[in-house]
């Protein structure tokens, strides 16, 4: 961990925090090498079997770190296409690309790329006095960190373009109705019931459940007959793995599994 990543590892779950919290924890690139670091490593290492992201003190994340996008420094203007392909786009890969649950628990204001990166993760929670803020538009941007393609889908183009371009804050309740995030909870119970599904996660059947989440994220861009395929041969892979065994073997002796990830 770094000063601006707090990592605690436990029982396969790898809990990161972002922790700049004067800063809402906006991004520098420090806080960014640090994430992509320990999400490259829960993407190569057996122990980890769900990734818990939260952040430190009263926000989530507030996106880019305006501060080092200050024109009153001087300078040419900067190449954000850049910085994009560099940071936020590798980031965005690498939570949807990770065939292990990343669950999200949003514990307060979540802004600008800080909320759209909780909207790429796979389970999120957020605390009920949380926002979600589609800040861009505020001051001249676009939504990234995958905003625009998530929004659009998830929401409509109606819903989407209404956040985007009016960049109000929207509540964690309507997240929720709306489908963005899987649930608001109570401001004091998010961390307990973020961890708890990320242990339940991280005590689960890791391939199946990496696939599961491959084959989700893929129906997006794919249609009926060529899922069909993709379900056949992830089912393959699954039903070679021992935790289909052993899954099935605690069925039928009525006792819980005790999955390996295997
Ligand atoms: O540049 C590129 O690489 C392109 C990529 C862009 C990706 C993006 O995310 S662009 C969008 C950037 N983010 C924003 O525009 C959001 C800016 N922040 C806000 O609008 C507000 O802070 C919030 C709505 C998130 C929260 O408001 P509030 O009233 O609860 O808190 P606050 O007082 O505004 O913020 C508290 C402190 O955090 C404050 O510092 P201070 O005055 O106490 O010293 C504030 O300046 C600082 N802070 C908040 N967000 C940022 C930030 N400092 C730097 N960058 C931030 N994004």
């Known amino acids: 961990s770094s000063q601006t990543l707090l990592s605690f590892q436990e029982a396969g779950v790898l809990k990161l925090t972002l922790n700049r919290p004067e800063k809402l924890n906006s991004f520098n690139e420090e806080m960014h090498l640090a994430l992509r670091g320990e999400l490259e490593r829960a993407c190569d290492d057996d122990a980890i079997r769900a990734v818990l992201l939260t952040g430190a003190g ?17 300078g040419p203007k900067p190449d954000l296409g850049a910085t994009i392909e560099t940071f936020y786009n590798p980031l965005l890969r690498l939570i949807r690309s990770l065939e292990k649950p990343v669950i999200c628990a949003v514990n307060g204001v979540a802004a600008g790329a800080g909320a759209n990166i909780a909207f790429a993760c796979d389970i999120v929670l957020a605390a009920q006095s949380a926002k979600f803020i589609q800040a861009f538009s505020k001051i001249g941007l676009i939504p990234d960190a995958g905003g625009s393609w998530s929004l659009a889908r998830i929401l409509g183009e109606p819903r989407a373009k209404a956040l985007t371009l009016l960049a109000e804050p929207l509540p964690a309740q309507t997240a ?87």
Do not use: M
């Open 176 to 262: 929720a109705d709306w489908g963005l995030i899987w649930r608001a909870v109570e401001d004091d119970a998010l961390q307990a019931e973020a961890l708890a599904i990320a242990s339940k996660l991280a005590a689960g059947p890791t391939t199946g459940l990496g696939l599961t989440k491959r084959l989700i994220q893929e129906a997006a861009t794919s249609d009926l007959d060529t899922h069909l395929d993709r379900e056949r041969d992830c089912q393959r892979e699954a039903g070679f793995t021992d935790d289909y065994a052993e899954g099935v073997t605690a069925f039928l002796e009525k006792r819980s599994a005790n999955f390996t990830g295997h």
């Open 58 to 74: 009263r926000g989530f994340c507030a996106g880019q770190d305006l501060g080092d996008r200050d024109p009153r420094k001087g």
